[in-house]
Nanobody
Framework: QVQLVESGGGLVQARGSLRLSCRAR???????????MAWYRQAPGKQRELVAS???????TYSDAVKGRFTISRDNVRDTVSLEMKDLKPEDTGVYYC????????????WGQGTQVTVSS
C-alpha cells in the first residue's frame, strides 16, 4: 500500500517558520526525478489548492500567495519532498497534503493523509 507520510505541521505565530516533510513509501513504481511531487493545502470551507510543485530537483512552481516565502525541495534518493515555510500568515492556515503523480502506461496519483498548519495572529 502506497504511503506518503507527512510530518512537521503545528501551531506557529504569524511571521514564524515551519518545515514540512513527506516521504513516499511502497510505491508500485520506482519514483523518478521526473515524477511530480507537490504540496497542496485546504483551508476550512475552501477547496484544496496547489501550493508548490517540483520536478527533477530544480523545476519548481509556486502559487502567487506563497511565492517568495515558501521553498519546495526534494531528495530523490530518499523519495522525500519538503516545504520550507517562512513569514507565515494566518491565511496560510489549513491542512497541507503531500502529492505524488507518476505517469507510466497510466497516470498514478497519491496523497498523504494531511498535516495541520495553524498560524495565529
Amino acid at each position: 500500500q502506497v504511503q506518503l507520510v507527512e510530518s512537521g505541521g503545528g501551531l506557529v505565530q504569524a511571521r514564524g517558520s515551519l518545515r514540512l516533510s513527506c516521504r513516499a513509501r511502497q510505491t508500485p513504481h520506482t519514483i523518478f526525478s521526473s515524477d511530480v511531487m507537490a504540496w497542496y493545502r485546504q483551508a476550512p470551507g475552501k477547496q484544496r489548492e496547489l501550493v508548490a510543485s517540483i520536478v527533477n530537483s530544480d523545476s519548481t512552481t509556486y502559487s502567487d500567495a506563497v511565492k517568495g516565502r515558501f521553498t519546495i525541495s526534494r531528495d530523490n534518493v530518499r523519495d522525500t519532498v519538503s516545504l520550507e515555510m517562512k513569514d507565515l500568515k494566518p491565511e496560510d492556515t489549513g491542512v497541507y497534503y503531500c502529492n505524488l503523480v507518476q505517469v507510466r502506461a497510466s497516470r498514478y496519483e497519491y496523497w498523504g493523509q494531511g498535516t495541520q498548519v495553524t498560524v495565529s495572529s
